[in-house]
């Protein structure tokens, strides 16, 4: 497994690699990796003949007040865990090679960054499309891994693949949850060990959530009240939002009569996190 810092030299690998023949998956990150990661590393080595991932704590998708200096690092361990998995090559730039001094064209999108997390983190999604779609034209891969966590960055990502004409496939990836249900993520190393479990009302609302739709629930309105309820029982959470969603559009809804997104983002004291569910068919339908 090769570790590189310029993007001159993930042009060179992939070239080789492509002068050879073989297929590229990717999976961007911002390091610091978890299960979640791995599952996306994982399914690109089986659907990939190399698969490339980068590494990169990515500073225009965080707002002024937002945890940028102290997002975890630890480039030796996330090296480790990626070799482990069959990674051929992560991509670890600094700051100055991603946006050098005068950088100035960003990638923006309307409507689908208009809800949900971009209500609250105004700069995020500029962010994230910019940075994804830099990365995408450096390896220009083949396919693209995403963590259903972040279902309205995966919704995001796939709009701007389909509106910019980028030629290569994006596929989401199914949340991955510690045993007790709190989804995976980077974030959950700032909770205390009482945040860490006041945090499970999250998943415990998801479930409460997708129970109703499964049951046949029609009125969106019906499952966000049922969802907060549950959070509202616990005292170390603050509801940032909790809202259903069209799948594709991410627009509200208030029936549950088409494929749809019931996503939160809930603080557990000063720490945000985000929990989904998706059903492809709406109410009483297959749920993913
Ligand atoms: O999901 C993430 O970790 C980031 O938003 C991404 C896609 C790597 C862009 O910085």
Redesign the pocket.
């Known amino acids: 497994m090769k570790i590189v810092e310029t993007i001159a030299e993930v042009r060179a690998q992939v070239k080789q690699w492509r002068q050879e023949g073989l297929t590229v998956g990717f999976v961007?990150?911002?390091g610091y990796l978890h299960e979640g990661h791995l599952s996306l590393i994982e399914r690109a080595r089986r659907e990939n003949d190399r698969v490339a991932v980068?590494i990169?704590v990515?500073p225009t998708?965080f707002g002024p007040n937002e945890d940028l200096a102290s997002y975890p690092r630890d480039l030796e361990h996330d090296a480790a865990l990626c070799e482990g998995v069959g990674t051929d090559l992560i991509f670890h730039p600094e700051p100055a090679e991603m946006y050098p001094e005068g950088f100035c064209s960003y990638v923006d999108m309307d409507v689908l960054t208009q809800e949900l997390c971009g209500l609250s983190r105004p700069v995020h999604f500029r962010?994230?499309c910019t940075?994804?779609s830099k990365?995408f034209h450096i390896v220009q891969p083949d396919r693209a891994y995403?963590?259903e966590k972040?279902a309205q960055?995966l919704a995001v990502?796939k709009r701007m693949v389909q509106d910019l004409n980028m030629d290569l496939e994006v596929i989401g990836c199914p949340i991955v949850r510690e045993e007790d249900g709190l989804a995976k993520s980077s974030r959950n190393t700032y909770l205390s060990p009482e945040e860490r479990r006041a945090a499970l009302v999250l998943s415990r609302s998801i479930a409460e959530g997708r129970k109703l739709a499964e049951s046949g629930e029609t009125d969106a309105e019906k499952l966000v009240q049922a969802m907060r309820a549950v959070i509202a029982e616990e005292p170390l959470a603050r509801i940032d939002y909790v809202k259903v969603v069209d799948l594709l559009t991410m627009q509200q809804i208030s029936r549950l009569d088409r494929p749809f997104l019931a996503a939160m983002a809930v603080y557990i004291g000063k720490t945000r996190l985000i929990d989904n569910f998706m059903m492809e068919t709406g109410g009483a339908g297959t749920c993913c």
């Open positions: 961007p990150t911002m980068s990169f990515n998708q962010g994230v940075v994804v990365l995403f963590g972040d960055q990502i």
